[in-house]
T-cell receptor, first 116, second 112 residues
Framework: DAGVIQSPRHEVTEMGQEVTLRCKPI?????LFWYRQTMMRGLELLIY????????DSGMPEDRFSAKMPNASFSTLKIQPSEPRDSAVYFC??????????????FGPGTRLLVL | GDSVTQMEGPVTLSEEAFLTINCTYT??????LFWYVQYPGEGLQLLLK?????DKGSNKGFEATYRKETTSFHLEKGSVQVSDSAVYFC???????????FGSGTRLSIRP
């Protein structure tokens, strides 16, 4: 299996620009998670989906952030407009549930975002 | 609410030294407990887990035992290698929840 795939791996943009991060979960997984990692705040859960439906978006910083999952094999995290404080590594992770129990989360390699 | 507390880093050891990274949890029930490892430039990957009290998770020479009485899940390795240099995250998940609660991470550096 290819694992969780994220693109781009690196993104450098200017303040005010729109940024779109992409994620392809592992085939057959029904949960998808978006995390943000910074030195100051550590690893933060932004939002997660179950069967393509957003379940908990309480970690999304503000209205500039939005996430979608149009189908089981694709999700996007969009920042519009971007700000320098959004600079971070963004991880996507996926997992599957079996018998009502969620199994291990598998993380992608991350997208390193720098907003100038 | 549920939380995970782990020792602050960085931790620097010499090769072949004994390693302990402390982790304690608070939870309203009996969560599953995990250790994840993040190598430089990579995402997190599961190192080991334990799903009930007294369970011992082990992988790659690392071990951690689920201690209900002390609400702890300390990570240990008898002889570390340079290749173990990474950031280690302790985490918990309540059985009926979908979210994993991660600790703040402990950076481990091993000197040759």
């Amino acid at each position: 299996d290819a694992g969780v795939i994220q693109s781009p791996r690196h993104e450098v943009t200017e303040m005010g620009q729109e940024v779109t991060l992409r994620c392809k979960p592992i085939s057959g997984h029904d949960y998808l998670f978006w995390y943000r990692q910074t030195m100051m705040r550590g690893l933060e859960l932004l939002i997660y989906f179950n069967n393509n439906v957003p379940i908990d978006d309480s970690g999304m910083p503000e209205d500039r952030f939005s996430a979608k999952m149009p189908n089981a094999s694709f999700s996007t995290l969009k920042i519009q407009p971007s700000e320098p404080r959004d600079s971070a590594v963004y991880f996507c992770a996926s997992s599957f549930s079996s018998g009502g129990t969620q199994e291990t989360q598998y993380f992608g390699p991350g997208t390193r975002l720098l907003v100038l | 609410g549920d939380s995970v507390t782990q020792m602050e880093g960085p931790v620097t050891l010499s090769e072949e030294a004994f390693l302990t990274i402390n982790c304690t949890y608070t939870a309203t029930g009996y969560p599953s407990l995990f250790w994840y490892v993040q190598y430089p430039g990579e995402g997190l990957q599961l190192l080991l887990k334990a799903t009930k009290a007294d369970d011992k998770g082990s992988n790659k020479g690392f071990e951690a035992t689920y201690r209900k009485e002390t609400t702890s899940f300390h990570l240990e390795k008898g002889s570390v290698q340079v290749s173990d240099s990474a950031v280690y995250f302790c985490a918990s998940r309540y059985s009926s929840a979908s979210k994993i609660i991660f600790g703040s991470g402990t950076r481990l550096s091993i000197r040759p």
